[in-house]
């Protein structure tokens, strides 16, 4: 038996893992039902779409740069093959299943330069099986970029060991590969000129970095022909980065972007399971000690790790200052556990002060993380590292992350220090059972990818076919959708995306947030002689001149009511003019929260049916709080009531509307309302407020 499967090629037993990958991720992604990595979805893909119809990078028709070039196009064929959208996202979704599942062939190839057969081979099932493979089931960069960085490493460390013409050329395509997958490549460059000086390091020898003089003019050369390039066309070096351009403007505050390098390394060390950090240390440590291709292997991985962990820390320093993003630094982990493997190769060598130092390091970075700063909502998408943590909150060792790290650390580096080197085999396989343990949190755990997709689909469109608007208008007509800002943006990203009828996005105050090709509109609150009060007009006094609206329950128009969602209150609408809206609401704030009282007044009212639903907010309100709803053609004055919880459920309120003079009015009166800088310590919030008015639903009389 042994020697049969000895015979069976390595190209053959790679191709199985591969498969065997695709096969899982095929299974897993089917039960992804809606995106909730907003906005990166939405653009990838509006631009998979607009390539698929028009050949062209735009969103929302509004053509953009600076964003993955490859990555796009990619996906693109799923959405020309299919004109449900629903579908093309099925497919999408497995393609992502197929070119992620890839990355374990860079992995095996960068494993078998230092390892036999065997290892290598279950270096690539380790790649295949870290928790970030999730990324299958998004719109996202990952799964491009996971396959594409890995081999960029590769091409990189064959140039180290063979630092000739031919892959000096294959590195500078391998970079422009990186580049138009993702533009945090750039980090990829000074990884490039670092490399051979770690190597040179390790070697302690000056002329090792000799064979790279090419590699350095002609870096030199580059920068020197953009700098030119940027300044005879009147622009910045970082204008280059398109819709980045931002990344570099700016000041960077050094101490805060350090203390960020600092947390994604600890995060990252966390992230592979502790022992491939300390490895990576004790080799540095002892590097002149190596062997020639683990020389190699080590000044790119240190490279990559130290570069691309600095530029995701600074980024994040300005711009994403409540998260440590893992998912831009992935790709290492197979880099690390090539490491390990190398380690078990050369039959787990354990200089004392050395390996009792990289351990000491390695479990030190883990423990001084700040956990509860970054256990949260933004973890879901971005620090899959810390979703198992999450999520198993009510079982953390003496109530805490740290008691909990420590120990699962100490056992890890235990095994490390102490496992017989006839048994080191054991340190790979048991990270590969971990990734594994730890995948299902990631996925199917209450914070995990499936939790958050369902939880997405139900703030922007609970209920309802995912497809509904395009079932419900004829081929070929558009719908507006006009953003008030008083629903979830939600109800306006997964509608746009799963429907293919939806056409432009309209907002009356700010855009939904990172919203591209959005279009202002104001409100005209008297007749013009040609638009009815309460039109819709955009900067060039333009009215909204479409045949169907999605619209949230504060507008009601002119037209016939199509469908609604009767839990967020998105309806649509047969526009029989232009847009414009009949309803006059006033009490309620920008951020949904009511005052004392609120009046809702409909225009040009035949009557019908309001429906309001609402919430309180136990920071605020500790006991049930009432809300009463009156008409103006009531003659008692009130007509319907409901206590509302403080727990913070929704509650409904329904009322019979009638004409009074053309208008049908209701008013609301809640009790009792709070002052938040009375209640809640260090508000500044002076306002008097009742409960959030979550939405309107208003059905005519038939």
């Known amino acids: 038996m042994g020697e049969r499967l000895a015979a069976i090629p390595d190209w053959a037993w790679l191709a199985g893992i591969v498969a065997l990958s695709c096969a899982l991720r095929l299974w897993l992604v089917r039960g992804m039902v809606a995106p909730f990595v907003f906005v990166d979805e939405a653009i990838y893909t509006e631009l998979a779409r607009s390539l698929a119809d028009s050949g062209s990078y735009a969103v929302r028709e509004t053509p953009v740069s600076g964003y993955s070039l490859l990555y796009p196009a990619l996906i693109a064929p799923a959405y020309g093959a ?369 939790a958050a997709g369902i939880g997405a689909l139900r703030q922007g469109n609970p209920g309802l076919p995912r497809d509904w608007i395009d079932r419900a208008v004829p081929d070929g007509d558009e719908v507006a959708v006009l953003w008030t800002g008083r629903a979830d943006r939600f109800t306006v990203n997964m509608n746009e995306f799963f429907n293919r009828r939806v056409g432009h996005v309209y907002y009356t105050d700010q855009p939904t947030p990172g919203g591209i090709g959005e279009i202002h509109v104001v409100r005209l609150d008297a007749d013009d002689g040609e638009l009815r009060a309460g039109a819709f007009v955009d900067a060039a006094g333009r009215p909204v001149t479409v045949p169907y609206a999605l619209l949230d329950g504060s507008i009601v128009p002119d037209g016939a009511l199509v469908g609604r969602n009767e839990v967020v209150g998105t309806a649509l609408w047969r526009l029989t003019g232009p847009l414009s809206s009949r309803t006059e609401i006033t009490g309620i704030y920008a951020d949904t929260w009511s005052g004392e009282r609120v009046r809702w007044r409909l225009l040009r009212c035949e009557g019908g049916r309001l429906t309001a639903t609402v919430h309180s907010d136990p920071s605020l309100v500790t006991r049930a709080q009432g809300l009463r709803a009156s008409t103006q053609a009531s003659a008692r004055g009130v007509d319907a009531f409901v206590r509302v919880p403080p727990t913070g459920e929704q509650v409904s309120l329904g009322i019979r509307t009638e004409p009074d003079g053309g208008t049908c009015t209701v008013d609301y009166v809640v009790a009792p309302t709070a002052n938040p800088s009375e209640v809640i310590p260090g508000s500044t919030d002076d306002r008097e407020l009742g409960v959030h008015f979550d939405a309107f639903a208003w059905r005519p009389r038939p």
């Open 82 to 450: 299919f004109d449900g959208l629903v579908d093309a996202y099925g497919a999408a979704k497995a393609t992502n299943a197929v070119v992620m599942s890839l990355a374990a062939i860079p992995t095996y190839l960068l494993a078998r330069r230092v390892t036999g057969m065997w290892l290598a081979l279950l270096g690539a099932v380790i790649a295949v099986a870290v928790p970030s493979m999730a990324y299958t089931g998004t719109m996202t960069t990952e799964s491009l970029f996971y396959p594409v960085a890995l081999g960029f490493a590769f091409v990189l460390v064959r140039y180290l060991e063979r630092p000739g013409y031919a892959w000096l050329a294959a590195l500078v395509v391998a970079l422009g590969v990186a580049f138009a997958t993702r533009s945090q490549s750039l980090a990829f460059v000074p990884a490039i000129a670092t490399a051979p000086l770690l190597l040179a390091l390790f070697r302690s020898s000056r002329a090792a970095l000799r064979p790279f003089a090419p590699l350095y003019v002609l870096g030199a050369a580059a920068a020197l022909g953009l700098v030119v390039l940027q300044a005879v066309r009147g622009q910045s070096l970082a204008d280059l980065l398109g819709a980045y351009s931002i990344v570099g403007e700016g000041g960077y505050d050094v101490d805060h972007v350090l203390r960020y390098w600092l947390w994604h390394v600890e995060e990252l060390d966390l992230y592979v399971g502790i022992v491939p950090f300390a490895v990576l240390l004790l080799f540095v440590l002892r590097g002149r000690t190596l062997p020639a291709r683990l020389q190699e292997h080590l000044a790119a991985t240190t490279a990559l790790l130290v570069w691309s962990t600095l530029a995701v820390g600074a980024f994040a320093s300005r711009f994403a200052s409540d998260r440590v993003q893992d998912r831009y630094l992935f790709f290492l982990a197979p880099l690390l556990v090539v490491c390990v493997l190398a380690w078990v190769e050369l039959a787990a060598p354990r200089p004392r002060a050395a390996t009792a130092a990289a351990a000491a390091i390695a479990l030190a970075l883990v423990l001084v993380f700040p956990y509860v700063k970054f256990i949260g909502e933004p973890a879901k998408s971005d620090t899959l590292g810390l979703i198992p943590l999450w999520t198993f909150n009510e079982h953390l060792l003496a109530g805490r992350y740290w008691t909990t790290v420590a120990a699962v650390g100490a056992v890890l580096l235990t095994l490390f220090l102490l496992v017989p080197a006839r048994y080191a085999l054991a340190v790979p396989v048991i990270l590969l059972v971990l990734f594994a343990m730890l995948s299902r949190p990631v996925w199917s755990g209450s914070h995990g990818f499936l």
